[in-house]
């Protein structure tokens, strides 16, 4: 136990026991219900890691990289004979496998566990809304809408013809003009909306 110790206490190995320790803490933090943010899902992808959440694969990539780094420095100590030049290859090596068998891994964690849905204009799509100016026409208006974790949005908003939307009103968005960057919307009644409680 006390070369165990030694081994992970000792540099290098002692930088991913360290980064271990965080990944701990972090889970241990998710369990408990706070909110953690994802890491960049870019670098994660240029590096042929992506699939499932970032912090998924950065917890198997270190846990991974510690347990080659662990067992690399152990195998070196057996030897009979100083590792040498051969010290000087654990740690890329680690790294390396490391990054090969988290990347094994996220095939079939794909299935099991979804990648985090991107947050879009489109999620507003089929939601109701309230008016905030005055009124909402063809070439203006805004209003204020609910996304499903709860937190609002103010939009720019349009209506059809014919279609009276006054400050305090509901209404329902029905589609998104991509080229305008605006909802086009419609009246409905607050009582048939399923989402209303979040308004």
């Given at each position: 136990?006390?070369?165990f110790f030694d081994i992970v206490l000792a540099?290098?190995?002692?930088?991913f026991t360290v980064l271990l320790v965080l990944v701990v803490?972090?889970?241990v933090l998710a369990i408990v219900g706070l909110d953690l943010l994802e890491t960049d899902t870019d670098l994660l992808g240029a590096l042929g890691l992506r699939g499932i959440p970032s912090s998924v694969m950065i917890s198997l990539f270190v846990a991974?990289?510690?347990?080659?780094?662990l067992a690399g420095y152990a195998s070196l100590d057996e030897l009979p004979w100083d590792g040498g030049p051969l010290d000087l290859l654990v740690v890329p090596g680690a790294l390396a496998g490391g990054w090969l068998a988290t990347r094994l891994l996220i095939n079939p964690l794909r299935y099991v566990l979804p990648e985090p849905k991107v947050p879009s204009r489109d999620d507003f799509i089929g939601r109701m809304c309230v008016i905030r100016t005055g009124t909402v026409t063809?070439?203006?208006?805004q209003a204020e809408v609910h996304s499903e974790d709860g937190s609002s949005a103010l939009v720019q908003?349009?209506?059809?013809d014919g279609d009276e939307l006054v400050a305090g009103g509901t209404a329902l968005i029905f589609e998104y003009d991509a080229e305008g960057e605006f909802f086009w919307v419609m009246p409905y009644d607050a009582?048939?909306?399923?989402?209303?409680?979040g308004l």
């Amino acid at each position: 136990m006390t070369e165990f110790f030694d081994i992970v206490l000792a540099p290098p190995t002692v930088v991913f026991t360290v980064l271990l320790v965080l990944v701990v803490c972090y889970w241990v933090l998710a369990i408990v219900g706070l909110d953690l943010l994802e890491t960049d899902t870019d670098l994660l992808g240029a590096l042929g890691l992506r699939g499932i959440p970032s912090s998924v694969m950065i917890s198997l990539f270190v846990a991974f990289t510690w347990f080659l780094c662990l067992a690399g420095y152990a195998s070196l100590d057996e030897l009979p004979w100083d590792g040498g030049p051969l010290d000087l290859l654990v740690v890329p090596g680690a790294l390396a496998g490391g990054w090969l068998a988290t990347r094994l891994l996220i095939n079939p964690l794909r299935y099991v566990l979804p990648e985090p849905k991107v947050p879009s204009r489109d999620d507003f799509i089929g939601r109701m809304c309230v008016i905030r100016t005055g009124t909402v026409t063809a070439h203006f208006g805004q209003a204020e809408v609910h996304s499903e974790d709860g937190s609002s949005a103010l939009v720019q908003v349009r209506k059809q013809d014919g279609d009276e939307l006054v400050a305090g009103g509901t209404a329902l968005i029905f589609e998104y003009d991509a080229e305008g960057e605006f909802f086009w919307v419609m009246p409905y009644d607050a009582a048939l909306d399923p989402h209303r409680k979040g308004l």
